[in-house]
């Protein structure tokens, strides 16, 4: 079983913020095919916030085939993030540190690096959702 | 679906003053709804009206299908806990379930023992010698025992510290997904509401700004930045509701169902926040026009 957590600064809607922890839950293999999630009424109570934000989080996870609700009892892990993707962060994450370091190198501290992504991670995950 | 409030035209005069005017609102049921707005907006006059507390001065208003305190059926349906969560500070809390039981035909009882003792508030205690955050969930305990249909707070959170705010909270959306109800509570702050309330109403200057689903809401407003512009030359379906100009710059924020596909405009989400303070800052800037209009 895992606990949300949310960030009111994060600027990311609340419900999103649900989906994107049960999805690196998955990656790293902290939740596994058969776990249950919490149920809405314990995450609204533990959380605080509005029932239909969780019961909103839990569809979206559920038409990405995921997860899977079984009524009366709960909301469960019907399938993995982890595996495939993982194999995939080594290359990544040397290509991106070469890209730091050309960065760095061109004069660039952490805050333009940073804002730098930022702009650009924000701008095409619009782009992918227009 | 069914309306838990519907308000037409909805005013409410003291003296000269208007403390509501012209509120027309559909609210429908299932809905944890957020009145939000600077105080002396108008907030707990609109819900006074709600509960039947208030007469209007004009317009008209149905809660539940019926007419606000239309008689013991329309009572029983309708749950009110007052600014600050009063109770009566001279009796226990064993007196405070006793007199729930007496008043209310669909009182829970059940419920109502369950949550105090899980609460920890002791019966033989007086509710003057309770805590802040204890006297709310006495107040709420009391709300939610009631078994309404529809539970209305007036600012219930904002005398708490932080600690009970968020246990206040945390109780009351756990309840309404226990039991199917819906729910309107007013706050000054968006912060208290922002999680809580998948519905949002605006009042600034005793009438009602914006109003409705806050995703809807979030999906529809945005912030478009770019090169100094007239808010006449914006297409027509795209409402200002606020603007503001440097002596090359403008920052709009908009309200409009279509795209923006003008690429002049630097295009961004607004918080929840942002667009309740936008909405306010309208209200505003109106008023300083009609004021110079007045003053020339």
Known sequence: MIEFHLDARSGVSPYLQLVQQVRHALRLGMLREGDQLPTVKEVVAHLAINANTVLKAYRELEHEGLVAARPGVGTFVTSTLAGASLAAHGPLRLELRRWLAKARRTGLDDDDIEALFMTTFRSTAQEDIA | M???LQAHELGRRYGKRWALRECTIDIPAGHVVGLVGPNGAGKTTLLKLASGQLEPTAGGITVLGGRPAGGPEQLAKIGFVAQDTPVYAGLTVSDHLR????LN?????????????RLGLPLTHRA???SGGQRAQLALTLGLAKRPELLILDEPVASLDPLARREFLQHLMEATVEHEFSVVLSSHLVSDLERTCDFLIVLADS?????GEVDKLLATHHRLTGPRRDPDRLPADQHVVSARHTDR???FVIRTDGPIHDPAWTVTQLSLEDLVLAHMDQRTAENRRAALEVRR
Do not use: F, K, N, Y
């Not at chain 2, 007199?99 to 007496?102: D, I, N, Q, S």
């Not at chain 2, 669909?106 to 419920?111: C, H, N, S």
């Not at chain 2, 009438?207 to 109003?211: D, I, L, N, W």
């Open chain 2, 2 to 4: 069914t309306s838990v």
């Open chain 2, 207 to 211: 009438r009602v700004q914006v109003a």
């Open chain 2, 99 to 102: 007199l729930g039981a007496r």
């Open chain 2, 249 to 251: 710059q403008s920052t």
């Open chain 2, 105 to 117: 035909p669909r009182w829970d009882a059940a419920m109502a023992r369950e949550r105090i003792a």
């Open chain 2, 128 to 130: 003057g010698r309770l």
